[in-house]
């Protein structure tokens, strides 16, 4: 069994930790501090191939495999948990889906725009009623006079106001339960399409999270995603990949965390000595360590399983649940190490403790992912 990344691993994650130094983390508070939504960054990410990793390059995708992404995530969170939020979501949930479960003119017509950082993706699941009950959902969708109609309400929607298309699930047939959830592609400018409130977060403010409404929405019959009645399925199978990519996400907030921690407590001066010298602080640091490296094999491992091509619908949950409750033990003690100054905006260590709280709720929670494991083993 190898544990080290490939020599072309390698090679990427230099490339991406020296473009994030450069381009993101001189950006990261401004983008915290006045929500900030940099869209030439993210034109730079996807001439590099960052906005659409792991589709082919054929279809203008960097064609990397889902550890390389892993890594590319965990640096970009590393800087800026907004920028690793949007750049997750867009890669994992919509760009990921017309990929998965699109149809080779909906790849053609949607991607390019998507991949090249032009466009941002979203993805339409949560209803206000409707959280981790995702089944739950309200939003309906009718063919009429050969054209889908959708109504409903969408919550606590990623890139929701500035979205290219996003992939809104709908009920098409209220009988069958969750096998009568449908998935769509709504264009940004489609009439009874309009986004409502924006939401004022604890965290990741840069990420732009929107209630999106649909009124008598009419759209292309060749805008169903999939089969009719396969939306809750694929939506599963796409938070799946979601919840590998969240856990990378919190690796790399954890681990900006502990190297905060590390280069500070070789500052810090008290009694005499460098904080970094006792006991109590060195166990602190020590457990930051410790813990993000077993996440980080935890999503190696979730990874590598859909590399290939096996199931890994247990060692994903796994991953987010143990990944996102460790990054917010390490921002806690990055905050208790840093004492006062934690406290304060001077350091970014508060800005890793706000961001990272999301990780333990978006695409499932915490107490949801127990659910899955616990169901994966067969109870």
């Known amino acids: 069994m190898d544990f080290s990344l490939t020599s072309e691993q390698k090679l990427f994650q230099k490339t ?56 590319a995530l965990e640096e970009i969170s590393r800087v800026c948990g907004s920028t690793g939020i949007t750049v997750e979501a867009h890669n994992s949930l919509g760009v990921g889906h017309i990929y998965e479960k699109g149809s080779e003119g909906q790849r053609k ?3 390019p725009t998507l991949l090249n950082g032009e466009g941002i993706a979203a993805w339409a699941l949560t209803e206000p009623n409707a959280g ?10 009718v063919l009429k006079g050969g054209k889908w109609v959708l109504n409903g309400t969408k919550q606590f929607i990623t890139s929701g106001d500035i979205a290219e298309v996003t992939i809104v ?18 264009e940004k400018d489609t009439s009874g399409f309009k986004v409502g409130q924006l939401e004022n977060k604890l ?67 008290q009694f005499g000595r460098p904080i970094g010298k006792f006991q109590a602080i060195q166990w602190k640091i020590a457990d930051m360590a410790t813990e993000i490296d077993a996440a980080r094999l935890l999503v190696y491992r ?19 649940l143990f990944a996102s409750e460790m990054a917010m033990r390490a921002t ?48």
């Not at 009950?133 to 969708?141: I, K, V, Y």
């Not at 699930?169 to 709504?186: L, N, Q, Y």
């Not at 905006?345 to 990272?356: A, C, H, I, L």
């Open 132 to 141: 981790s009950d995702a089944a739950g959902g309200q939003t309906t969708a």
């Open 332 to 379: 806690v003690n990055a905050i208790q190490v840093l004492g006062g100054y934690g406290y304060t905006r001077e350091y970014n260590v508060e800005r890793y403790f706000r961001d990272v709280k999301l990780c333990e709720i978006g695409e499932g929670t915490s107490e949801v992912q127990r659910m899955v494991i616990a169901k994966q083993l067969g109870l």
């Open 302 to 320: 979730a990874a590598y399983l859909e590399d290939q091509n096996t199931r890994f619908t247990k060692e994903a949950a796994m991953a987010k």
């Open 169 to 186: 699930m709908a009920m098409t047939d209220k009988s069958k339960g969750a096998k009568g959830i449908s998935a769509f592609i709504v």
């Open 16 to 71: 991406i930790r020296e473009f994030c130094e450069k381009e993101i983390k001189p950006l990261a508070s401004k983008i915290d501090k006045e929500e900030y939504f940099p869209w030439e960054l993210y034109k730079k990410m996807g001439r590099m191939g960052l906005m659409g990793m792991t589709v082919p390059q054929k279809y203008g995708g960097a064609g990397i495999n889902r550890v390389s992404y892993m890594i």
């Open 203 to 269: 965290g990741l403010r840069g990420s732009h999270t929107a209630e999106l409404i649909l009124e008598d929405c009419k759209i292309p019959k060749e805008n169903l995603l999939d089969e009719e009645g396969q939306g809750f399925v694929g939506a599963m199978n796409i938070l799946d990949r979601g919840r590998t990519a969240i856990g990378a996400m919190s690796v790399g907030i954890a681990r900006g965390a502990l190297e905060d921690s590390i280069e500070y407590a070789k500052q810090r001066e």
């Open 109 to 111: 017509k949607y991607l």
